[in-house]
């Protein structure tokens, strides 16, 4: 098993998380795999959407699997397009995970 504070590439530890955003507030959102909550980006304000997703649920459920996480990861940080929600950072440990995103607000995904 990976120590509890390193997941490695693309992955930063939730430290610098901490050191950037805020602590992840307002509901947004609820999946099967988290919880989407607003955050702010303290360097210059702007609102984001923050996905935090428990590792180890993942894990009691079976099938996950580290390397794919990663992988959709590394895809996603690299995708810029008017039309998908950017990806501007990935956080964790061996505990969980919290993936920054772009916030769009307004109607629903299915309106």
Do not use: Q
Not at 17 to 33: I, M, Q
Not at 38 to 47: E, F, H, N, Q
């Amino acid at each position: 098993m990976e120590p509890a504070y390193e997941l490695g590439a693309p992955f930063l530890p939730l430290e610098a998380y901490d050191a950037s955003f805020t602590t992840p507030n307002e509901e947004l959102g609820r999946g099967a795999s988290g919880v989407v909550r607003r955050a702010i980006r303290k360097s210059d304000g702007v609102a984001v959407a923050v996905k935090t997703i428990d590792l180890r649920a993942l894990r009691v459920m079976g099938g996950f699997s580290i390397s794919r996480l990663r992988r959709e990861v590394e895809v996603m940080l690299g995708l810029r397009h008017p039309n998908i929600v950017e990806l501007y950072g990935a956080y964790g440990n061996s505990d969980g995970v919290r993936l920054v995103m772009e916030l769009v607000e307004g109607r629903e995904l299915f309106d």
